[in-house]
């Protein structure tokens, strides 16, 4: 791998161990967590801890006539119930707006709903209990009486204004983009060819294992507030607290103990926790609330749902000209805080016809808000809408024109060369990208060829085989320009502190979170590397507030190219200062000595010289043998932040084989593909296995994953049984593999490896059913690809 | 997500859960393998105030083969019936169907006894049932009485069964050697409840041209209120070779299923996947 030659941690020309970077080690907090000796917060253990259970609206839209808690209060166990007002007084609302996205808009939402809910599921009332139990007992005993006002579920109709849900903001437009290059009309008349199609994506959302959990714990001794909380963004729920419960910040700590999934769920601020933390402060002692399953399907963001026209024009030889969008998405009645709800179709804008050459681009965007769920950013945010439509257009363009979807692709894709590229038509930048070392190396990985000649043969026989592809880029490492230029309180910047422990251990503290998805593995490889140490001597803490660096935590694909980069700088300024104490100590020339497996060593002979715990014993206990006025440094802390580009783009190309029963419209999937680049490779097993996890959550998109409304703005299938998560059953093998193109904004070279496989499985798979459906003269374009639309497809139903 | 306080009893004889059962009457809730009833305690859709659990009532598992019929106690888990060499050899319709019941967690406590008495028309076993024209044991305080698959199921978790009522065994008859068994689903995942399934029997025999399908039972699960035996298809599939068979009753299929929708797939898809599984059944039992 040339990973590890752009990764001087020795010096050149000796003959040391490289490090750990590049190898697939175990990481250290599985074996905990398979035994099941993690601690989640529903683990917790509090004296006078208190369980909040919500009264939920049964209505989509409804004006809350009466809510009496007065019988409620009363059951068995109860502690107290609280309406909106009453947690209103404590915890101010807010509007989730960002400054870069230009003429975005929401209304005021308050922790608990006052006077009206807009979504079947908002929190009208509290009931805190002793138990769950005994809470949930007691929901049984509120009274409501409700006034139904007409529910807005049809996007369409909430752009076109049928009603307006929030009156004070005018109409139902959140957020709308529009966007033209310079001369497209003239560019696109010139076309020889255009293709246009509508695609619909369904609503769905992100199943964590854990649901969401937060506890509370305010002392009113000191006027602090200890949130125990699975986020993904610790120091931006730190701040929030603070100022929506008017805490002083330094008095508010967060915690997140161990997370079981999150995949975007959990960085959001969810209006039920803010009310726990609410009523931690007026009851001033612990509160507990976990979401259970039903609450999770109600109240989880949920995430796309977009319907959009898209068209390509390009040139008989097969060259593109450009592309032509529209989407419209729908959020549900708020923009969610304090990401907003405008950045998933922003993203769509942004991302559209990513992987292409092409200069000219139009486009048009609205965000409307619907009696819905609310949605907003969850993996891969935009990428597999955009993905997935422009993978579609290109395949029907190459198709028009009759060429080889490969080899249309090879025409057009960003050349190898041609970076730094900033001629993109959206206004993107990429660093450097390698579409075409991917695209030959996946046509080779999946001996493409063969595919075809036996997909050829196969149709003979009546069997119904499909090969699609998907290219992709994916937005990495965002700068401050993704939250912190909009004005969002939330860090772009990454820190780490590493500490030499006396026995010659290394402490690890670091502000990117751990979601179970290995981010203390890789932190643990990085430093053991940067320092000089085994892997077993490293321990890493992350996820609290008041122990590690101030950071952003664990969102676009961050937590490896940022935090992974804070870690390593830290790891080398750690190592100067331990090799400053050695030369004290051996009286020799820092520059002599290295530091290999625990030992400080001879740099050129090898021979050890000190051991770590030595170093350590003598710096912590006996620094009086140590030169006058030597002081060492063992605790050394580094920060971050991308700064040359907005975002560091991966790119990558996955592709899937299906085969469709053309009578039963049911399709198999045979086997899936993806070569990707997220630069530096830390841990191979580990991106394999974040790559193919994201594979799986996008086919759960193209496939089974969506959320049912009624035309009531009734959740129809908020449960495990009916919600369809893509289960290993039904699951492909799905082959992995790298080309590895380190970006040079960093030492590390990391850029992000978390939702490419997302971004890219929902277009490769709609695309494989399409090229199995196509001699049958059927196409689907709704996502999820469900039996009964393939069979409408087909004429059958 | 937590169920609402209930008493539990677990008798240990017949007698004793009659009497329990007498006592409390609608407030009580039979529990076996519990794989329906703890999730619907648990969504508060149902908060019975006592729990009868039967399971340490002895003598209710287990698969006795006679020469020609089988006998299944009510309490005998799904993957028991799923791993028995005798079922495999005798009721090969049932060895088929059981590997489509939910997952395998779930089918090492749910029992045969409870998915029959909580008759869910989306399950395997009633439409199985059905198809091979199985007779329940129905025992309580006044007595045994047996009813035939074919009436006991009544309507949407409708049954024959009357209050202080227990299913005890299933007793299924071995269908001749030359009998052939089909069993086919259709569902989004492996484990889920099927949009359609088809539970089909019949003798597969040489007739005048070539080999002909007699005694041809088909059950269909999915598309109606209960376990449905499709009559009219039968009847127009008997005696006829399998293409010819399968057309027929593709056609006469109408007649016997109404489905209605299910939150993923129309009327209108259940009908043409009914038609399509059972030209598939009827093919495969004449391969």
């Given at each position: ?6 990764l001087p ?12 970077i ?9 074996k905990r ?5 993690g ?29 009496d ?15 909106g ?5 404590y915890?101010?609302?807010w ?8 003429g ?44 139904e ?15 307006v849900?929030?009156?004070d ?44 959990a ?22 931006m729920?730190?701040?929030?607290f ?6 002083p910040?330094?008095n ?23 009310a ?30 977009h319907?959009?026209?898209?068209r ?5 030889g ?14 549900g ?8 709800s ?63 979807p490969?080899e ?11 970076y ?28 493409y060829?063969?595919?075809?000649a ?30 912190g ?29 751990e ?6 593995g890789?932190f ?14 490293v ?23 940022i ?16 090799l ?23 740099k050129?002979?090898?021979e ?35 700064r ?10 996955q592709?899937?084989?299906v ?12 086997k899936h593909?993806?070569?990707?680049d997220?630069?530096t ?10 790559i ?6 996008g ?20 449960n ?9 059953g039904?699951?492909?093998d799905?082959?992995?593999a ?6 040079k ?23 494989a ?15 999820p ?13 | ?16 859960a ?6 409390h ?38 698969i ?13 888990t ?11 050899a ?10 489509h ?9 749910g ?14 076993w ?15 305080r ?46 989004r995942r ?17 007739g005048k ?18 376990p449905?035996?499709a ?16 057309a ?11 489905p ?28």
């Open positions: 791998m040339n990973a590890r030659a752009e941690l020795h010096a050149p020309g000796t003959q040391v161990d490289k490090g750990y590049g190898q697939s080690v175990p990481r250290e907090n599985a967590l398979l035994q099941g000796r601690s989640y917060i529903d683990d917790l253990r509090f004296p006078r801890l208190a369980h909040v259970v919500f009264f939920r609206s049964p209505h989509a839209h409804a004006r809350i006539r009466k809510l808690l007065a019988q409620a209060a009363r059951q068995p166990g109860v502690i107290a119930c609280f309406d007002r009453a947690v209103a007084e915890c101010t609302p509007i989730a707006v960002l400054g870069h996205l230009k975005i808009k929401s209304a005021p939402q308050h922790p608990i709903a006052i006077e009206r809910a807009c979504w079947q599921g908002e929190a009208v009332a509290a009931i805190v209990a002793e138990s769950r139990a005994q809470g949930e007992d007691a929901l049984a005993h509120v009274e409501a009486e409700w006034e006002l007409p529910a807005l579920t049809d996007m369409r109709e909430s752009l076109a204004g049928k009603y849900i929030h009156p903001l005018g109409d139902n437009v959140c957020f709308k983009r529009e966007l033209v290059t310079e001369g497209f009309d003239a560019a696109w008349a010139k076309a020889d060819i255009v293709v246009e199609e509508s695609y619909k994506f369904g609503r769905h959302t992100g199943v964590t294992l854990e649901g969401r937060i506890l509370a714990d305010y002392n009113a001794a000191d006027h602090s507030l200890t949130v125990y909380h699975n986020t993904q963004a610790p120091h729920m730190q701040d929030i603070s100022r929506h419960l008017g805490i910040e330094g508010v700590r967060v915690v997140c103990k161990d997370v079981g999934g999150s995949f975007g769920i959990k960085v959001h601020v969810y209006a039920d926790e803010m726990t933390a609410a009523i931690s402060v007026m009851l001033r002692r612990p509160v507990k609330f976990v979401a259970d399953r039903l609450e999770s399907f109600l109240t989880d963001i949920h995430a796309r749902e319907e959009v026209t898209v390509l024009a390009c040139t008989k097969g060259d593109i000209i450009g592309f032509d969008l529209d989407d419209l998405t729908a959020i009645p708020y923009s969610v805080y304090p990401r907003t405008g950045i998933e179709g922003n993203q769509v804008v942004n991302l559209t016809g990513g992987p292409y050459r092409h200069k000219h681009y139009r486009a048009k965007m609205h965000v409307v808000f619907t009696n819905k769920n609310l949605t907003c950013q969850y993996r891969a945010v935009g990428h597999p809408i955009a993905m997935a439509l422009t993978e579609a257009i290109v395949d029907r363009a190459a198709a028009e024109i009759g060429l080889d490969a249309f692709r090879r025409r057009n894709l960003i050349p190898d060369d041609a730094p590229y900033s001629e993109f038509p959206s206004g993107i930048k990429f660093e450097r990208l390698s579409h075409h070392q991917c695209l030959d190396k996946l046509l080779a990985l999946m001996d060829k063969e595919l075809r036996e997909q050829a043969a196969l149709r003979k026989q009546g069997i119904h085989r499909g090969i699609g592809l998907a290219a992709m880029i994916e937005v990495t490492n965002p700068s401050p320009a993704f939250y230029v909009g004005g969002a309180r939330i860090s772009a910047q990454d820190g780490a502190t590493l500490r030499l422990e006396p026995t010659g251990m290394l402490t690890v503290m670091c502000s990117v979170t979601q179970g998805q290995g981010t203390d890789i643990a490889q990085i430093a053991a590397s940067a320092v000089g140490v085994t892997l077993d001597k321990r890493v803490i992350t996820g609290d507030t008041g122990v590690t660096p101030y950071g952003g935590g664990t969102w676009a694909s961050r937590g490896a190219g935090g992974g980069e804070a870690v390593l700088q830290a790891g080398r300024a750690l190592r100067s200062n331990m400053d104490v050695a030369a004290a100590i051996l009286s020799a020339d820092k520059a002599e000595l290295d530091i290999v497996g625990n030992e400080v060593v001879n050129l002979t090898q050890p010289k000190l051991s770590l715990a030595e170093l350590g014993r003598i710096a912590y206990f006996r620094p009086d043998t140590l030169p006058p006025k030597f002081q060492s440094e063992l605790t050394v802390t580094r920060h971050y932040t991308p040359d580009y907005a975002f560091t783009f991966t790119n990558g190309i592709a899937s084989l085969e469709v029963d053309p009578d039963t419209g049911f399709v198999k999937l045979l593909w993806c070569v990707e997220c630069g490779v830390i841990n191979p097993m580990l991106v394999d296995e974040q193919r996890g994201g594979v799986v959550q086919i759960g998109a193209a496939l089974f994953e969506e959320c049912l409304y009624g035309p009531d703005g009734q959740l129809l299938n908020g495990m049984a009916d919600y369809l998560v893509p289960m290993c039904e699951m492909p799905i082959v992995v790298h080309v590895e193109t380190p970006t904004q960093s030492a590390l070279g990391a850029k992000g490896a978390g939702e490419a496989g997302t971004a890219g499985a929902p277009g490769a798979v709609m695309n059913i399409n090229d199995a459906l196509a001699p049958l003269g059927a196409r689907v374009t709704v996502q690809a469900t039996p009964e639309r393939i069979l409408e497809a087909l004429g059958k139903v | 997500m937590k169920p609402p306080s209930f008493a539990y009893a677990r008798p240990g004889s017949l007698a004793e009659f009497d329990l059962l007498e006592r009457g609608e407030d009580a809730k039979v529990l076996a393998g519990g794989q329906s009833l703890i999730a619907t305690l648990n969504m508060r859709l149902s908060s019975p105030a006592v729990l009868v659990d039967v399971t340490g009532i002895p003598g209710l598992a287990g006795a083969a006679a020469k020609d019929k089988v006998r299944i106690g009510a309490l005998t799904h993957r028991a019936v799923e791993r028995s060499a005798e079922i495999g005798t009721l090969p319709l049932l060895a088929q169907a059981a590997r019941i939910a997952h395998v967690a779930i089918r090492n406590v029992t045969f006894g409870g998915s029959l008495a909580m008759a869910d028309p989306a399950a395997e009633p439409a199985c049932c059905v198809a091979l024209d199985a007779e329940l044991v129905l025992a309580s006044a007595g045994e009485r047996r009813v035939k698959a074919r009436t006991f199921f009544r309507g949407l978790y409708e049954t024959d069964l009357k209050p202080g009522e227990l299913v005890t065994a299933v007793e299924i008859p071995v269908p001749g050697k030359d009998h052939r068994a089909s069993f086919m689903e259709l569902a492996v484990g889920d409840y099927a949009i359609v399934g088809v539970a089909a029997l019949a003798r597969a025999g040489a041209s070539g080999k002909a399908l007699t005694d041809v039972r088909l059950a269909y699960l999915g598309v109606g209120p209960t449905m035996l009559t009219q298809a039968m009847a127009a599939a008997e005696g006829k070779p399998a293409a010819d068979a399968a027929a009753a593709q056609a006469a299929l109408d007649r016997d299923l109404k209605t929708a299910d939150l993923h797939t129309s009327a209108a898809a259940k009908m043409h996947l009914a038609r399509v599984l059972t030209g598939r059944a009827l093919a495969a039992l004449a391969a």
